[in-house]
């Protein structure tokens, strides 16, 4: 090869790994709930910068945000009720009645009701948002926490924490229709996205498992190991699965990782390090990033979806607990 | 250096205004002399290859693993996220290669002194600066040739910079190799003998790695010693392992590429003179140089 060949060669493998790094995404509006500090923290997801930080009430957990992107949910759990941020203007616009101590809630496909676990009170609360009233209480197992509602909106999961069962419920009906034991302390369920399949994660049983919705048994647990880390410091919490549904994310609480997990063949494909206690999890609306609440280090860690490789961590609130991301 | 003739042996300074100057190429010829005895010296010693890449292989493979825990995370610049343990000690590894392989092939020139390949050398037509800082460039190429072994061996240990950090790495490898196989030089002219190097060795490889943020971030050394920080910010190789730290992530130091520059230049002009005859360091050593 001439120098001037050897030249260019170099010039063209520099280009292409440049190429491998991050290109700056769409920027969306990251919303984190800090349960101690009692505010929600606006991140841009271009700079990972805090924007804006919102008073919130007390205790501020679950966290989600309506289908066209104009109001944020919220769980002020220690004031018994559900707060509503109007994502335009980042200010508090209503409330919801939510019965006591909301901690976790889902919306439903349609966007009309929001399903909320109450865990103090052992029932999983329908509200109807265009009227912004509770229309059934369903009873479920102690301490209920992990919601999910499948893609076509006909089942709800719920999890009861000290009951160790994920408690299905007919949305119609409002009825429970089964119920599947699973792990210690379960605390998130997760629909796949052709809704064949509810992953359900166990804290204490250092799980997740994977129940399939039509026989509704449990068909695999997953279980992580990573060296030099006790079991019991392993904790599921939080778990999030790609639209396109090849790759699930689950949060592992104080082992300060987020394991990546093939849907097909249920492998751990990646341990990736984040913050302390990493609890819940969000996408960007494009599925390229994932972003991590690490409550202990007080910071959320953005995800490259594409390389699972932890981009940057972002300090925020006291005790950051929940994430969503405006669409707008 | 057997390409040249030597037509100056008689004396010590051969290029005169008599002597027709030479021209590059002839200077290309003494540099590629002087390159291609070092890369064969290292790849005929094996044990030294081996040596030199277990060495930082042991720090990570073991000792990383041990103190992962220990040591918890943090997040500094140039990190943006948390790092383990391994990845951190990296840049710090790469620079202890770069510093036992300068002073290796320093120990050469003690060597070749003592086995009278030196004389050799020192009686080519060609100034004795250049042929100390061809000399130098042949140990920095055989010193950065390791880091990228070790480098590559980290890769698939799982220990990885962006793919773009491996090219931004090399020029920072290039001057820190430069000021630490210049230290090396300055020190090994004044080793009278091959046995004094080992006390060397232990006086100044050592210190500088551990008095350095080789292994552990320097505000974990402040918290616990504010004396021993002030002594890791004199150390020439703090500078030059945040600067291969920075340059992994695509970024530059300022600070640390200040210092490392002039040290580079300090050590190299040290090293120039103590061993240009006319400036007594080395006639001083040839009072011993028999008892060798």
């Known amino acids: ?328 | 250096m057997n390409t040249q003739p030597a037509t100056g042996a008689t004396t010590t300074r051969p290029v005169n205004a008599a002597s027709k100057p030479f021209g590059l190429r002839s200077y290309l010829v003494c540099l590629k002399g002087i390159l291609v005895r070092e890369g064969l010296r290292f790849l005929n010693q094996r044990e030294r290859f081996i040596s030199s890449l277990v060495r930082p292989l042991l720090w990570l493979f073991i000792f990383a693993a041990g103190f992962r825990q220990v040591l918890g995370v943090s997040i500094i610049p140039p990190y943006k996220t948390y790092v383990l343990y391994e990845v951190y000690i990296s840049p710090g590894l790469c620079g202890m290669i770069l510093l036992f392989s300068g002073m290796q092939s320093s120990l050469s020139m003690v060597y070749d002194r003592e086995m009278g390949n030196m004389r050799t050398l020192l009686v080519s037509p060609f100034p004795r600066w250049y042929l100390l800082v061809s000399k130098l460039l042949a140990g920095v190429t055989v010193s950065i040739a390791q880091v990228y072994v070790f480098l590559a061996v980290a890769w698939f240990w799982g220990v990885k910079a962006p793919p773009i950090g491996y090219v931004f790495v090399l020029p920072a490898l290039f001057l820190s190799g430069l000021m630490l196989c210049g230290l090396g030089m300055f020190l090994s002219s004044m080793i009278k003998q091959l046995e004094n190097f080992s006390g060397v060795m232990n006086f100044v490889i050592f210190p500088m790695y551990f008095a350095s943020p080789a292994l552990y971030p320097l505000w974990r050394i402040q918290e616990s010693s504010p004396l021993l920080y002030q002594i890791c910010l004199a150390n020439p190789f703090t500078y030059a392992v945040e600067l291969i730290r920075f340059a992994f992530y695509g970024q530059v130091d300022w600070i640390s590429l200040v210092v490392v520059a002039a040290c580079t230049a300090v050590f190299l002009a040290g090293a120039i003179i103590a061993y240009d005859p006319s400036r007594g360091l080395m006639n001083r050593k040839q009072d011993t140089g028999g008892n060798a």
């Not at chain 1, 997953?222 to 689950?250: C, H, M, N, W």
């Open chain 1, 1 to 328: 090869m001439t120098g001037k060949g050897r030249f260019l060669a170099a010039g063209v493998m520099a280009a292409s790994m440049a190429g491998l790094l991050p290109m700056p995404a769409f920027a969306y509006k990251v919303y984190v709930s800090n349960e101690k500090d009692n505010t929600v923290s606006v991140v841009d997801s271009t700079t990972m910068e805090v924007v804006n930080t919102i008073q919130v009430g007390q205790r501020p957990r679950g966290i989600t945000i309506s289908h066209d992107g104009k109001f944020i949910y919220l769980c002020a759990s220690d004031d018994d009720t559900i707060e509503i941020i109007d994502t335009a203007t980042d200010q508090i616009v209503g409330s919801l009645p939510s019965g006591p101590d909301p901690e976790l809630f889902v919306l439903s496909p349609d966007g009309k009701r929001l399903y909320v676990a109450n865990e103090d009170d052992n029932l999983v609360t329908v509200i109807d948002l265009e009227t912004k009233k509770v229309i059934a209480e369903v009873p479920v197992g102690v301490e209920p926490e992990g919601m999910g509602v499948s893609p076509d909106g006909s089942v709800m999961v719920n999890t009861s924490e000290t009951t160790n069962m994920a408690h299905f419920i007919d949305t119609e009906t409002h009825e429970i229709s089964d119920n599947v034991l699973v792990d210690s302390r379960p605390r998130f369920a997760e629909f796949t996205p052709d809704g064949s399949q509810v992953w359900v994660s166990a804290e204490i049983g250092g799980t997740v498992s994977v129940i399939d919705n039509a026989s509704r048994e449990v068909i695999h647990k997953i279980t992580f190991e990573i060296p030099g880390l006790r079991s019991e410091s392993i904790q599921p919490v939080g778990v999030r699965i790609t639209a396109d549904g090849t790759k699930a994310y689950v949060a592992l609480g104080p082992a300060n990782r987020v394991a990546v997990v093939d849907t097909k063949t249920y492998e751990v494909l990646k341990y990736i390090l984040v913050g302390q206690r990493v609890w819940q999890l969000a996408f960007t609306p494009d599925q390229k990033t994932v972003i991590s609440t690490n409550g202990v280090s007080n910071d959320i860690t953005f995800i490259d979806v594409a390389t699972d490789e932890p981009v940057q961590s972002v300090t925020v609130g006291a005790l950051p607990w929940g994430v969503v991301v405006s669409p707008n």
